[in-house]
């Protein structure tokens, strides 16, 4: 496995690869790997012929209080991880080959950009868009993969592909979780002891809302009850937000329930966020 640092060797290498029709399969992602990030790399592994995975952590989708300088970083162990499943490169650029001192340009999806976490995080899928544009202009790969813990991430990529001719196939792998369901997440490492023991909450809350929805309760008293539920928790700083969505086009839904179903929710463990979701089809 290579590890790629400047854009220019990485085009090399693409040029002849491109030139030999290979096809590439591409995981963005921010580093301090976990089974989540391996789960993707191993579909791409098995869906293409080059896997190339991205590790950078994009200032430009963190807020001014938010977690850009004390995100965990490890390349080592990153590295180690990513070639044991079969990544051929990891595109691991500085800031400043990212992006140049007079960076002026940005990509907007709008709507499904403010709200969830938008509407806590102003700015945050700007950046998101923004980096996951440039990447897949200078990889082009064949497919993309993305996690679905992040789903509304996933939807606004989806759209952003769509509205942009972005001729790549974006791909969602599934949520992969510890034994006790708390979704996997490179923030979990900020939890202490008392506290990864009560994240599971989130998971549990989620659980409840499906079950309620499922015995066929109102949107408004399934959220309350969630809600209630999660607040009860001493552990629960706050919650961001709790959901229920239409899944493919993330509207709210305010009476009948449709088809497809995410429930969603972003929570303050102590200092650290969360989000996880449900998907219902029924
Ligand atoms: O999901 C992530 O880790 C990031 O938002 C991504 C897609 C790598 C862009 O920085």
Same mark, same amino acid.
Request: proline share 2%.
């Given at each position: 496995m290579k590890i790629i640092r400047k854009i220019k060797e990485?085009?090399?290498?693409?040029?002849?690869l491109s030139k030999q029709?290979?096809?590439?399969?591409?995981?963005?992602?921010?580093?301090?790997?976990?089974?989540?990030?391996?789960?993707?790399?191993?579909?791409?592994?098995?869906?293409?012929?080059?896997v190339i995975a991205s590790i950078f952590v994009n200032p430009k989708?963190?807020?001014?209080?938010?977690?850009?300088k004390k995100y965990p970083r490890d390349m080592e &162990? %990153?590295? =180690?991880?990513? +070639?044991? *499943?079969?990544?051929d490169?990891?595109?691991?650029?500085? /800031? #400043?080959?990212?992006?140049?001192?007079?960076?002026?340009?940005?990509?907007?999806?709008?709507?499904?950009?403010?709200?969830?976490?938008?509407?806590?995080?102003?700015?945050?899928?700007?950046?998101?868009?923004?980096i996951v544009l440039k990447l897949f202009n200078i990889i082009n790969p064949t497919r993309a993969y993305f996690g679905k813990k992040d789903y509304q991430q996933l939807v606004i990529i989806k759209k952003m592909a769509e509205d942009l001719n972005i001729d790549i196939d974006i791909i969602g792998g599934d949520i992969i979780r510890e034994e006790d369901n708390l979704a996997l997440s490179s923030r979990n490492k900020y939890l202490s002891k008392r506290e990864r023991e009560n994240a599971?909450?989130?998971?549990?809350?989620?659980?409840?809302?499906?079950?309620?929805? &499922? %015995?066929? =309760?109102?949107? +408004?008293? *399934?959220?309350?009850?969630?809600?209630?539920?999660?607040? /009860? #928790?001493?552990y629960v700083k706050k919650f961001d937000y709790f959901d229920i969505r239409e899944l493919y086009t993330l509207k709210e839904i305010k009476e009948k329930y449709p088809k497809n179903i995410l429930i969603a929710?972003?929570?303050w463990i102590g200092n650290t966020r969360l989000?996880?979701?449900?998907?219902i089809n029924r």
């Open positions: 990485l085009k090399t290498h693409l040029t002849k029709g290979k096809t590439i399969g591409f995981v963005p992602t921010m580093g301090y790997l976990h089974e989540g990030h391996l789960s993707l790399i191993k579909m791409a592994r098995k869906e293409n012929d080059i989708q963190f807020g001014p209080s938010e977690d850009y &162990r %990153d590295s =180690k991880l990513a +070639e044991s *499943v079969g990544a490169y990891i595109f691991t650029p500085t /800031k #400043n080959e990212i992006y140049k001192e007079d960076h002026k340009t940005y990509v907007e999806v709008e709507e499904i950009d403010s709200i969830m976490c938008g509407a806590s995080r102003s700015g945050h899928f700007k950046g998101v868009c923004t599971t909450v989130l998971y549990k809350s989620l659980k409840l809302a499906e079950d309620l929805i &499922r %015995d066929g =309760k109102a949107v +408004e008293k *399934v959220k309350k009850e969630a809600q209630n539920f999660l607040l /009860k #928790n001493k929710a972003a929570i989000i996880d979701n449900f998907i």
